[in-house]
């Protein structure tokens, strides 16, 4: 869960490892003229410009202060002082054995301060510039992705 103001992530990583191989996923967020509120209804295409077919159409769940776009490929959790939380559904040819997930991720505001939890995992500090936070799963099956 999202602990405090204005975090943007800018490409949604899932590094997934079966038997003997080995998977990426990579999911990008769309840009838009100003902050455009995500729900539950929304469907991946308007949001997502790469990787749409690894989610379902309408992937959006658990949705709570989310946009997407504002001039980067990015969506925002937290908006005035609250956090923000979103989970995305996997399409079922994409249900993985992940070993990681990882986030690119950046602080909207470099005066604050932000940390992120992916599927419940302990909470990273997301830092002012972009940068990678990656969390270490145990290999189960992942249907959802909880940020």
């Not at 986030?103 to 470099?110: F, T």
Request: glycine letters at 6%.
């Amino acid at each position: 869960m999202i602990k405090y103001l204005h975090l943007y992530f800018t490409l949604l990583l899932l590094a997934v490892c079966g038997s003997s191989w080995a998977q990426s996923l990579t999911i990008t967020f769309g840009k838009s003229a100003s902050p455009t509120a995500i729900s539950s209804s929304t469907k991946a295409s308007t949001v997502v410009t790469s990787g749409t077919e690894y989610l379902l159409t309408q992937p959006f769940s658990n949705v709570q202060n989310a946009h997407y776009g504002h001039l980067s490929t990015a969506i925002r959790l937290g908006i005035s002082g609250s956090g923000g939380t979103l989970s995305l559904a996997l399409a079922d040819a994409y249900h993985v054995y992940a070993t990681s997930i990882t986030v690119k991720a950046q602080l909207c505001d470099a005066t604050k301060s932000a940390s992120l939890s992916v599927n419940g995992l302990t909470d990273k500090k997301v830092a002012s510039s972009e940068s990678d936070i990656s969390f270490t799963l145990d290999g189960h099956e992942i249907t959802q992705i909880d940020l």
